[in-house]
């Protein structure tokens, strides 16, 4: 059996100052960090410098979103390359804020997916069912809906590189979190359909972290879970609780 390295990834969002995130990096540089789990911190483009200039250097940093195209008339936007310049080595991409507060599509999300990997940069791939869609018991179709515009756009090599994020949008920032039962159910899934849709290798290799609502104290049980890979954090990512987490598996 291939081990995955566990993945821990922070989601700053749009939180953070400049003075904040000094004092956070300097609670993380103290902090123990194993040398068997990747860390990574997702900063507001704004600090996406700032934050790869102060934070220890074995944990990376990820831009939140980015553009499809590398540079041109697109005011506002912000391209791979120049996420990869300011010290990015990764972005979160796909996350339920941005396909529905943002209005962001599964073929858009996928776009971003392909340019960003032929940047260079590695992927944190967002994928997650709504309340309404568990109850109605489509939460397999809903991701694989997501999944599927992506494999459609990416290369099998190309998933080496992505990290796919579960987040139920109902466990969100809601305190609701997924039981670690409910994350497995729905990981083991994923990993299946990556099997079928991709491949064996694929299903095998690739991580898939959880999301919503994880804290320093429920993530130690979902963190034995077998295809429970790691985490994508929001809130407790900007308190010192987020080592805890970093530590799960410990
Ligand atoms: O959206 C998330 C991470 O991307 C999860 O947020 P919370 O951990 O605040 O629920």
């Known amino acids: 059996m291939v081990s995955r390295t566990f993945w821990v990834g922070g989601n700053w969002k749009m939180n953070g100052s400049v003075a904040a995130i000094k004092d956070l990096a300097t609670t993380f540089n103290a902090g123990s960090s194993p040398s068997d789990v990747e860390v990574v911190i997702g900063a507001p483009f704004v600090y996406v410098h700032l934050l790869s200039e102060s934070l220890r250097k074995d ?3 990820a831009g939140e979103n980015c553009y499809v195209e590398s540079s041109g008339a697109y005011t506002g936007e912000i391209s791979p390359e120049m996420l990869k310049d300011v010290g990015a080595q990764w972005v979160i991409l796909g996350h ?4 529905s507060i943002l209005g962001e599509s599964d073929d858009f999300t996928a776009q971003k997916c392909v340019k960003a990997l032929a940047a260079g940069l590695k992927v944190a791939l967002c994928v997650g069912e709504l309340l309404e869609e568990r109850e109605a018991g489509i939460t397999q179709q809903v991701v694989e809906r997501q999944l599927d515009a992506v494999i459609k756009v990416l290369k099998e090599e190309d998933w080496a590189n992505v990290v796919i994020a579960y987040e139920p949008v109902w466990a969100i920032g809601t305190g609701k979190v997924a039981t670690p039962d409910q994350a497995q159910e729905t990981h083991a899934a994923i990993r299946e359909y990556l099997k079928k849709a991709i491949s064996p290798k694929v299903a095998e290799e690739t991580r898939i972290a959880y999301g919503g609502s994880v804290n320093g104290k429920n993530c ?3 963190a034995q879970k077998p295809d429970v890979d790691g985490f994508l954090v929001g809130g407790a990512s900007l308190k010192p609780e987020f080592l805890d987490i970093v530590n799960a598996t410990q």
């Open 59 to 61: 944990w990376a940093v």
């Open 96 to 99: 339920s804020e941005r396909r």
């Open 220 to 222: 130690k049980d979902a």
